[in-house]
């Protein structure tokens, strides 16, 4: 019988030996070498377990390589050209694996990074790092942007804050000083919140007219001395001036 090579599906092919057996690495090499030839210069020795389906006897690293490059792309890697065992080519085929294979190096021991790969491989280390150092700046620009928006929000909340106080501020009542309404307020302004601390209404008028009639008041003491024999005296006093303590009416 002729010996004659197949084209089978990969995905109709499996092997006993785990695919973690070979290095990621030089799978991925060996199925980019696949795409671009369009085929394996190493045929996978296959028998055949049904009429669809197969097992790998010998070439497992090279079946491997064809179903990563399935994997890459399914249109050029949907086939795979094989050896099949079948019942009248057995001995003879079983023969040749022992004689011509299994003396030979592993295809995944041979192939070794040439100039180019090595070459390829730096490259994309480097792009790998010139990414890693771009996100780096992305992060450091966005952080810093981040910071002043949240300079800004600050700012922002400050100035809201200090309108609210100095709102707050005015809805206070402001401290009159007493000398000051007495030089200044009318009659009835006087009356009403000097009232509140029992001055009687008298000495209020008393107050208010010696200012219109001599001029306003100098200090507290001007007041009492003006004030002399008229009724106010220093208790009073302190009472008047204790009273706009509180603020106003």
Known sequence: MKLSTSLVPVKKI???KPRSTFADDQLEQAAQLILESEG???????????SQSYDVVDGDFEYYAAARAREIDPR???MVGV????????EALTKQVQLFRKQNIPLSHVISPSEDVAESRLINMESRATNIE???TNQELRYEKRTDELGEELKREIKNINTRLNELESRLPKLIEPLEALNSWKINQLTLKLSKVSVKPSII???FNEREANGKYSSFTNVLE?????GLGE???IKIIDSFSEGTV
């Open 83 to 90: 050896f099949i065992i079948e019942p009248e080519n057995e």
């Open 14 to 16: 499996s092997s006993s």
């Open 205 to 207: 008028e008393k107050i």
């Open 235 to 237: 208790k009073t006093m």
């Open 40 to 50: 394996a210069i190493n045929l996978i020795v296959v028998r055949r377990t049904s």
């Open 226 to 230: 003006r004030m002399k024999g008229k």
């Open 134 to 136: 771009s996100r780096i």
């Open 76 to 78: 050029k890697g949907e």
